[in-house]
């Protein structure tokens, strides 16, 4: 089993800027594995953000975050993170971590390519 603990959601103001983190443990988790971030707005499905490989060199975005979020990771410290600067009123959502079981592939933006779940982090952003 693979445990997520999503942390650094707050409310901010437009423009402005918040740093998510992940922190994945269990015995099963390995730092091969791709790690994803999903939002969701309420009353909208679960949307994809950004994925990286377990090396951490490839990563893709949402057009939408594209140029505004960026992706890291510790595989030090099994964390993920997600940069998130330029916040829009529309990127207010819960975010969630999700790990694959698996290598990275950028075909994997899909709530069902991915077999773990943290329990999300409220991002909130006012105009």
């Known amino acids: 089993q693979v445990q997520l603990l999503e942390s650094g959601g707050e409310a901010v103001q437009a423009g402005g800027s918040l740093s998510l983190s992940c922190a994945a443990s269990?015995?099963?988790?390995?730092?091969?594995?791709?790690v994803g971030w999903f939002r969701q707005a309420p009353g909208k499905e679960r949307q994809f953000v950004s994925a990286?490989?377990?090396?951490?060199?490839?990563?893709n975005y949402a057009d939408s975050v594209k140029g505004r979020f960026t992706i890291s990771r510790d595989n030090a410290k099994n964390t993920v993170y997600l940069q998130m600067n330029s916040l829009k009123p529309e990127d207010t959502a819960v975010y969630y971590c999700?790990?694959?079981?698996?290598?990275?592939?950028?075909?994997?933006?899909?709530?069902?390519?991915?077999?773990?779940w943290g329990q999300g982090t409220q991002v909130t952003v006012s105009s």
């Open positions: 999700a790990v694959k079981r698996g290598l990275y592939r950028v075909r994997y933006t899909s709530t069902s390519d991915y077999d773990y």
């Open positions: 269990g015995p099963t988790f390995s730092n091969t594995y791709a």
């Open positions: 990286i490989s377990g090396s951490g060199i490839s990563a």
